[in-house]
């Protein structure tokens, strides 16, 4: 049961982190084809700074349950079970892992960047990088479910 409690929250702050994913891209796409109007840019950006915050938080969260999971069966052998074992599916679902946090802290760099009057990229190159996670996304949903290795 606590297994599957901890499973479950690992999963609830995951979904939320990658809806910050998708959607700061999003709003950044907005703001390269709203350049000349102000009050619309003012509001976007409050919006963005707004999530990526949610999102560091639910990342953390997210990670803190998906550490629990990976590792918590060497502190309460007796409640977690060691899901991993001598598998190394594990290893290549962090390292997209990985890369989807630095695409997240990417995305919050160039929205930070605005505010100290940096250019972002056209909204049709946003466009074609917002499509990124979703491939990262599909690859650490098929490691976890098939296992392959």
Not at 20 to 44: D, G, K, S
Not at 63 to 74: D, E, N, S, T, V
């Amino acid at each position: 049961m606590t297994y599957l409690l901890i499973k479950t929250f690992h999963m609830l702050f995951v979904i939320a982190w990658m809806a910050t994913v998708f959607y700061l891209p999003r709003i950044l796409v907005n703001l390269a084809e709203t350049a000349n109007e102000p009050a619309v840019q003012a509001r976007l950006q409050l919006m963005g700074r707004r999530l990526y915050k949610f999102g560091h938080s639910m990342f953390g969260l997210a990670f803190l349950f998906g550490l629990i999971l990976w590792q918590g069966w060497r502190v309460f052998p007796a409640t977690l079970p060691n899901v991993t074992g001598a598998m190394h599916w594990i290893d290549a679902k962090l390292t997209l892992v990985a890369l989807l946090l630095v695409y997240f802290i990417w995305a919050g760099r160039l929205l930070k960047g605005l505010a100290t009057g940096h250019a972002l990229p056209s909204s049709r190159a946003l466009r074609w990088i917002n499509e990124l996670p979703v491939l990262l996304l599909l690859g650490v949903i098929y490691l976890v479910l098939a296992k392959p290795f």
